[in-house]
């Protein structure tokens, strides 16, 4: 017999399986969240970073986990920022100091995420020895058969997002997917358009309400900097190994992980961990870049906070070179395979309703803009992450996401009425739960996310085609070069069109 398993969310520990309503006066206290009110949700990618978010969110008493899925099962190679992190996050969700202190390595995969879940659910004295969490290794398998679950997490690498997000919503589940929504132009626009015709409430995690980015609005029409002409924003990504070449030698798949599955869309190529785990966004196939990695948090609330609503009509990208030693003879790596080490790319921004046409500059890898000379005279400089917004008539620096904004020269801070500061909106990564609970657009709604999206991957368009590009946004289509119109979509594995 086959039981949805919502019907397990009060006590998945009874024998008898049985389920009863009880009301919410008997079981509950303020905040209590009765069971068959919970936003059931599968959990796709138990990666890194997928399960610090997961340790998270976990403990949010509106929702309920019910199924994980990834194609690795378990393994203790996985990369990350800090040795011990992932088993750091853990223990302390779990209040138990002892758990994992046996494994050696980085831990991640699906096992990891049931096993979690079942332990976190276990600690209720109304849950003790709970089961109730499913694992899949195939998403599609998870949605065939978890017809009860009301949305899915996406946590996958970049090349899967597109893809997974787009089933889930054609199975009558709403989304919520990490950034970006897709790394491709063509998937961004069919998944907005999915997510629309569809009517499910969908979330980019980038999304986050920054009271900089109104100051710094707020100045612009007030006239402290004339006309806006750039916006420039820099970060100091990757944080990765950033691979020239495809590797030539071929390891095995290690035991328990599916690497067609991991592929998904993309075509069939050997093995090799310099593509999974962490490293991944490096590569044009599976990645979006520093850009698409850090730039979304940057430029999603800013788009928005500006009423920026169209897309880049043009990039052009310069990037740095690489060369290596073939024969002791110094040759240029013809790269076409992966973003570079380091690149600046400037986006034409078309009018939009408040904003005059600008450039919006993107730099990373450590490159920053030059220091302007009213910092220089006061010796200062540029942070190695920052925003400057640039005017016919002064300059505004802040911090990468728009951060403590001031004028520059400093001297016009003294014309500035002192406010109050206010801190930034930080509930990111839960404020689609009560959004997907009452079935409206959350504030990140891939609705709204269409202009980031064809920006940020038009850059990558840029780097591919070696190029000045121009883009038609209603055609889909680049008006000066032809053939970079193959970098909007992807060469698709058979059975994984779109």
């Not at 050997?270 to 599976?286: L, S």
């Not at 730099?363 to 220089?376: F, T």
């Not at 883009?471 to 008006?479: E, L, Q």
């Amino acid at each position: 017999m086959k039981i949805n398993r919502r019907k397990f969310l009060g006590s998945a520990a009874t024998a008898s399986l049985a389920f009863t309503v009880v009301p919410r006066h008997v079981l509950g206290g303020p905040g209590f969240v009765a069971p068959n009110d919970k936003l059931t949700l599968g959990y796709i990618g138990c990666g890194t970073q997928g399960m610090r978010e997961m340790c998270q969110l976990i403990s949010n008493p509106a929702l309920q986990i019910v199924a994980v899925c990834d194609p690795n099962k378990f393994t203790t190679d996985y990369v990350d920022w800090s040795a011990n992190d992932v088993r750091n996050s853990i223990q302390r969700a779990l209040e138990d100091k002892t758990w994992g202190e046996k494994i050696k390595g980085i831990p991640g995969g699906r096992d990891i995420g049931q096993e979690f879940v079942n332990k976190y659910y276990a600690k209720s004295k109304d849950a003790a020895g709970y089961k109730g969490c499913a694992s899949y290794v195939d998403f599609r398998e998870l949605l065939e058969k978890e017809t009860g679950i009301d949305a899915i997490k996406i946590m996958t690498p970049d090349h899967l997002h597109a893809t997974v997000a787009i089933a889930s919503l054609k199975k009558g589940k709403h989304v919520v997917t990490h950034k970006p929504i897709a790394n491709r132009i063509y998937e961004g626009k069919l998944l907005i358009e999915t997510a629309r015709k569809t009517g499910l409430s969908t979330h980019l995690l980038a999304w986050s309400k920054r009271p900089g980015y109104d100051v710094v609005k707020n100045w612009i029409r007030d006239g402290f900097i004339g006309t806006l002409r750039e916006i420039h924003n820099w970060s100091n990504r990757p944080m990765w190994p950033q691979w020239q070449e495809i590797p030539a030698d071929k390891p095995p798949v290690p035991k328990g992980f599916d690497w067609t599955l991991w592929l998904g869309p993309v075509p069939d190529r050997p093995y090799h961990p310099h593509y999974t785990h962490a490293v991944f966004r490096g590569w044009y196939d599976f990645g979006g870049g520093s850009i698409a990695d850090m730039g979304h948090y940057s430029l999603f609330p800013l788009f928005l906070a500006f009423g920026i609503e169209s897309p880049a009509v043009s990039a052009e990208a310069f990037a740095t070179t690489t060369c290596t030693l073939r024969d002791n003879v110094s040759v240029g790596v013809q790269n076409n395979v992966s973003f570079p080490l380091s690149c600046i790319v400037r986006f034409q921004m078309p009018v939009q309703k408040d904003l005059p046409s600008f450039d919006l500059i993107w730099y990373d890898g450590g490159i920053r803009p030059l220091v302007p000379d009213e910092l220089r005279a006061a010796g200062k400089t540029l942070p190695r992450e920052g925003m400057m917004f640039v005017g016919d008539k002064g300059k505004i620096i802040a911090g990468f996401r728009g951060e403590n904004p001031y004028l520059v020269p400093e001297s016009k801070m003294n014309y500035i009425k002192k406010e109050e500061e206010k801190p930034a909106d930080r509930t990111g990564n839960d404020v689609w739960i009560d959004a997907f609970k009452n079935k409206t657009q959350a504030p990140g709604s891939f609705l709204y996310a269409g202009p980031v999206t064809e920006t940020i991957n038009l850059g990558a368009v840029a780097l591919r085609a070696g190029k000045k590009v121009e883009y038609d946004t209603a055609a889909m289509k680049i008006t000066n070069d032809a053939d970079a119109n193959k970098y909007l979509t992807r060469e698709y594995r058979q059975g994984w069109e779109l």
